[in-house]
């Protein structure tokens, strides 16, 4: 099968020793540079001449405001093409192809790691016969593949960023206050750093973090709603009004908006 993928951000690179044992593939990226490095990395073809971008299969991990211009650029130069937007139905790029799917990763992708694709969990929606080709390179990775309605689309990448994206603002935010509260390790042998920050204090800081994010989510898993605890559950204003107070601006108005939706019954 011969393959281009197009695209060399970090998707693209998580992908792409996956698609070299699928096929023959060539990499084509509006940076050439970017697409000779993950060519050379996985021992694959850069492509630097847009019209020799055509082949059996499209590989497209680019971004969501990319695609559709990429579907035109390269219009009827497949005959089947995958994209990995979880926003958009796989019909954005039926320009390119004659059979179109998605095949969406349920995770973050933050670095070029093919290991974090190992047994995660995707999704496709498409033609049956991109569905084939998705299911062969699921097999491969492997993948644990789910179909979705294509028209539910933008509700199910609601989701993913709610539940990635979002979650791990919050994480970042959480840990930040307790670096402000100058949570140190029990012993602490360490030097301070450049910044006048101790190495066991940033390991407290990821420690606590990591402990209440793990509760949390084993206590979602085990009883649902009814996991929620906290000042807005039991509507306590004053713990809310002191803790939103101490936040900057924009965090006072998300704390406050958050404890609101859930004193409503909202969530």
Excluded: C
Aim: proline share 3%; charged share 20%.
């Amino acid at each position: 099968m011969d393959i281009v993928l197009i695209g060399a951000g970090r998707v693209a690179g998580a992908f792409a020793p996956f698609l070299m044992k699928l096929g023959s593939l060539r990499i084509w990226n509006r940076t050439f540079e970017n697409a000779n490095i993950l060519a050379k990395k996985v021992g694959a073809v850069a492509i630097s001449d847009p019209s020799q971008v055509k082949g059996d299969l499209a590989f497209v991990a680019v971004s969501d405001k990319a695609l559709k211009d990429v579907a035109e650029q390269f219009s009827q130069s497949f005959t089947a093409a995958l994209h990995t937007s979880g926003f958009h139905p796989s019909s954005v790029i039926q320009p390119m192809a004659k059979y179109v799917g998605s095949l969406h990763p349920w995770l973050p992708v933050p670095e070029q790691d093919h290991t974090l694709l190992v047994n995660a969990l995707a999704t496709f929606e498409g033609d049956n016969e991109a569905e084939q080709v998705a299911m062969e390179l699921a097999k491969i990775v492997p993948l644990r593949l789910h179909k979705i309605d294509s028209q539910k689309k933008v509700i199910y990448h609601t989701a993913a960023v709610m539940l990635s994206n979002y979650v791990d603002v919050l994480m970042i935010k959480g840990g930040e206050l307790l670096k402000e509260t100058g949570i140190t390790a029990a012993y602490d042998h360490a030097d301070a750093n450049d910044e006048g920050v101790s190495s066991s204090e940033l390991e407290a800081q990821e420690l606590f973090v990591k402990e209440i994010v793990e509760a949390t989510l084993k206590n979602y898993l085990k009883l649902g709603k009814d996991s929620l605890t906290g000042p807005a559950v039991r509507k306590d204003m004053e713990v809310i009004d002191a803790e939103a107070s101490a936040l900057s601006e924009k965090w006072s108005l998300v704390y406050r908006l958050l404890a609101e939706i859930i004193m409503e019954g909202g969530i």
